[in-house]
């Protein structure tokens, strides 16, 4: 079938496709600086009464004048075209540019059994074993704190009180891949990761290739599992590791830095575990932001910007209140009530995650905060409809955020044990 490329909404009069070829990968050159580049496909280019039915496929971040990207390919596919949006800060519509790249809600695992906070079950593991191999919407969790995907669309969840880390595969089925789903310190030898008890897991981290990192709190310890399932602890803190949750490593496993209370510490291979700064209250999570750390404090309500060489620390966002956030103001004078979760998109700004108030948020480049979706205790809905939800109530306690290379976003719901994923793909043209 003739494949012809058509511009979409042009970023500037010399928006175009530079290339494509057989393997269905496109390349566009002239696009937006700060934007969204769409690949939309259609089976024939005038249907009933001359209509186009044009197909959102893929979206990508655009981050500078070039890109390529890549969708899936059928033989209905006739042609193509690209779409792109601005989502700078001086664009009066890149808030909205940016919430329509985004579609649908959906759970990726989680039954919601685990409840509401009630302090007796924070310590309640809820893992069967009839759910190993099952469709990880059919399995309990048990206070999950952390989620994260590689590049091969698998989904690893810390899930803390069952004392394990666990893998959705791009099937939707779950499966232990470290841990023995009961509390204990399992070697640091390269041990079958199944194998090698683990104390309260709180935090991770992982590689694109599939390689994960696990703050294994209890023990105070950061372990690794390779991809051939075998567990090896990387480091021990001899201090040990007091609530920790953040936790960011290198590729090359040359520096790692990870959060235990109200410190944040740094590990190297030849300086070992050191605080690079103690001021917090409480941490939540951390990212790295170009030289920087960006660290979240959920008991001081607020969001802090780190450097790495001196540790010094400056407020980003948050006045320390206990307030719900108020839509389209400064996230500096705002409260965000145990803010947990932080994550930075490739076009700038930050997403933010809230315990209390289960607000998921996004503050763009100028400091200005925009509530996302909203939420309260142990709400859990949304499934199956487009994700935007300033109003209605989508989410219960959340834990984290993240996201994986195609631009989905990962959220963890801790109380009542869900993982959802927000698609990174637009609904309409």
């Known amino acids: 079938m003739l494949i012809i490329p058509l511009l979409g909404q042009a970023a500037g009069t010399n928006f175009q496709i530079t290339d494509f070829n057989c393997r269905s990968q496109i390349s566009w050159t002239n696009a937006f600086p700060s ?17 186009t039915a044009w197909i959102p496929q893929q979206n990508y971040f655009t981050t500078n004048s070039a890109g ?56 309640t593991n809820y893992w069967q074993p009839n759910y190993e191999g099952g469709y990880a919407t059919n399995a309990a969790l048990s206070r999950p704190h952390f ?17 394990s880390v666990l893998k959705v595969t791009p099937d939707g089925r779950i499966h232990t891949v470290a841990g023995t789903h009961a509390i204990g310190n399992g070697p640091d030898a390269s041990t079958i990761a199944t194998n090698v008890a683990m104390n309260t897991p709180n935090g991770l981290w ?12 209890g023990n105070g310890k950061v372990r690794r599992l390779d991809t ?6 990387l480091f021990t803190d001899s201090k040990g590791i007091s609530g920790g949750r953040g936790l960011w490593v290198k590729s090359d496993e040359s520096l790692v830095y990870y959060a235990s209370n109200s410190h944040l510490r740094q590990w190297t291979p030849t300086g070992g575990s050191v605080n690079l700064n103690s001021q917090f209250n409480d941490l939540g999570n951390i990212i790295i932001s170009g030289t920087n750390i960006v660290a979240t404090d959920r008991s001081d309500n607020t969001v802090w910007l780190v450097t790495t060489n001196t540790g010094t620390r400056t407020l980003l966002f948050g006045n320390g209140g206990e307030n719900l956030v108020v839509d389209g103001s400064l ?8 803010v947990r979760g932080v994550w ?9 995650a809230t315990d209390y108030g289960a607000q998921f948020l996004y503050v763009d480049v100028t400091g200005v905060v925009h509530i996302l979706v909203n939420g309260q205790n142990d709400d859990h809905a949304g499934d199956g409809q487009w994700f935007y939800s300033p109003t209605n109530n989508f989410f219960g306690q959340l834990r984290s955020v993240s996201m994986d290379n195609q631009g989905n976003l990962i959220i963890v719901e801790n109380d009542t044990g869900y993982v959802r994923r927000i698609d990174f793909q637009r609904l309409t043209p």
Do not use: W
């Open 35 to 51: 934007g969204v580049c769409t690949v939309e496909t259609a089976a024939r280019l005038s249907g009933t009464n001359g209509y």
């Open 331 to 338: 996230a500096a004078t705002n409260s965000l009530y145990g």
């Open 206 to 217: 992982v590689r694109g290739d599939g390689t994960v990192y696990v703050l294994d709190t």
């Open 147 to 163: 989620a994260m995907e590689d590049d091969f669309s698998n989904v690893f969840i810390v899930d803390k009180d069952s004392d």
């Open 68 to 123: 390529e990207g890549g969708f899936s390919f059928t033989s209905s596919i006739g042609f193509f075209r690209l779409l792109a949006v601005d989502i700078s800060s001086d664009t009066p519509l890149a808030f909205t540019n940016l919430v329509q790249s985004y579609g649908f809600l959906h759970t990726i695992a989680g039954n919601g059994d685990a409840g509401y906070s009630d302090p007796g079950k924070d310590v």
């Open 228 to 233: 051939n399932g075998m567990l090896t602890t």
């Open 344 to 352: 930075q998109p490739p076009i700038g700004g930050y997403f933010l």
